[in-house]
């Protein structure tokens, strides 16, 4: 069955780095776009940034210049990488899987920052 399975999170001070892993499996992941979505408390989920099957990658003006993303096919892996971490990145962050009318998510990791 479909997995994606985010690790990485947790407790980070303010200037901060961490690097977000999301495992896929169950299907065919090189022609899937994959994306990092993050919630906040009492906010709406919002995209924070996409890697297409064709290596196109956009993100929110929000983390432009501090975060990476980044996939590796061979390994059914992708990663964010996120570098000067401040407060407001806090949120419970969920890797997403897209293709067509396709979807999977995984069930999310807590990233908080604070001193």
């Known amino acids: 069955q479909v997995q994606l399975v985010e690790s990485g999170g947790g407790l980070v001070q303010p200037g901060g780095s961490l690097r977000l892993s999301c495992a896929a499996s169950g299907f065919t992941f090189s022609i899937y776009a994959m994306s990092w979505y993050r919630q906040a408390p009492g906010k709406e989920r919002e995209l924070v940034a996409v890697?297409?099957?064709?290596?196109?990658?956009n993100y929110a003006d929000s983390v432009k210049g501090r975060f990476t993303i980044s996939r590796d096919n061979a390994k059914n892996m992708v990663y964010l990488q996120m570098n000067s971490l401040k407060p407001e990145d806090t949120a419970v962050y969920y890797c997403k899987s897209g293709y067509g009318f396709k979807e999977y998510w995984g069930q999310g990791t807590q990233v908080t920052v604070s001193s």
């Open positions: 890697h297409s099957a064709g290596g196109i990658t």
